[in-house]
């Protein structure tokens, strides 16, 4: 082992047993006891994470926890626990997806119950830069999942979907729901997200390759709930709706508030919503016609990776700095084939 290994691992042995805090020059000078008394593999063995005997405590801190996604997020963070052994999950995050401050305080609350290691999808992110290098600080591992963070801390990886190239699916989806012409609504979500960020890019970059389909509307938020997001559309439909082709909602309420408008006016045959990220409705939505596709993630995948990341992280083996989950289309076509239809219905597969 290194010395910089020893020196993570010292730190984090004080922390699991009670121990007060070293400072660095405290753990340099531990090193030299102990670097003479033990032999690599002894030491190797000792560090192997949830192999020494004590369970790990693992945080997993998502944007919320109402939607769909985030529960699919939580039961392949479990499923990587099971498989580990000696892991428990503690799956905690805001309510409401835009609730930044409770976050913060979420990630502050881990610090202080001192966990192994903490996997967060930012809902902000620049408004968590601070917390995650708290904790990084404190001797906490992070992995950053779903959802980007401005540059600054060290963390251990970024597990996501390409959102980009997710975007771009969704513009390819859509040209082909409305024959490469029409008028179309780009639904944006909330400024500062940067999954959903990187999706409303992709959109608008892919749907370039379109000559005869025009963005009429790219700027309009519709918030992190279904009732603002149908408000929003109605608004919308006053005033594009006679001309309208199509619309891109980036997540799973968002697009759940669109479908709901646009039945309420009677406008789905008409209008073709393309959605990202499954729901009940939306399923029932690409069956029924009124939902032209939904792009799709691999939540399950998403937090089984963020916790084996972390638990590498602690024993030391390599983690690649950016993990993706993979981005895939559903479309009424291929719903119901095998692979489509695990993504659609995560939950269901465990």
Known sequence: MNTLSMTSFLKFGFLRFGFPRFSS???????????CGRSDTQSDATTSGAGDGQKLRIAVIPKGTSHKF????HLGAKRAADEIGNVEIIWRGPVVESDTGSQIEVVKNMITMQVDGIALAPNQKGGLVDAVEEAIGEGIPVVIFDSGLDK?????????????????????????????????ILLRYLAGSESTERREEGFLEGIKKYPYIKVV???????????????KVDQLLQIHGKDLSAIF??????????????????????????????????IEGMRDGSCGGIVLQNPIEM????????????????????????????????????????????????
Not at 217 to 231: I, R, V
Not at 251 to 260: D, I
């Open 25 to 35: 020059f405290a753990v340099i000078a531990l090193l030299l006891i102990v670097g």
């Open 70 to 73: 985030w529960k699919s997020v």
């Open 152 to 184: 600054g801390p060290e963390i251990v990886s970024y597990v996501a979907t390409d959102n980009f190239k997710g975007g771009e699916l969704a513009a390819d989806q859509m040209a082909k729901a409305i024959g490469e012409k029409g008028n179309v």
């Open 217 to 231: 509307s790219s700027d309009e938020f519709a918030g992190d709930n279904a009732t603002g997001s149908k408000e």
């Open 249 to 282: 909602a980036v997540c799973e309420p968002n697009a759940n508030g669109a479908l709901e408008s646009l039945r309420n006016a009677g406008l789905t045959d008409k209008v073709k919503l393309i959605a990202f990220d499954p729901s009940d409705a939306l």
């Open 303 to 350: 937090g089984y990776q963020s916790v084996m990341s972390l638990v590498k992280n602690m024993r030391g083996e390599e983690v690649p700095a950016f993990q993706s989950t993979g981005e895939y289309v559903a479309t009424p076509e291929n719903m119901d084939e095998p692979e489509i239809k695990k993504l659609l219905n995560p939950e269901m597969v465990q």
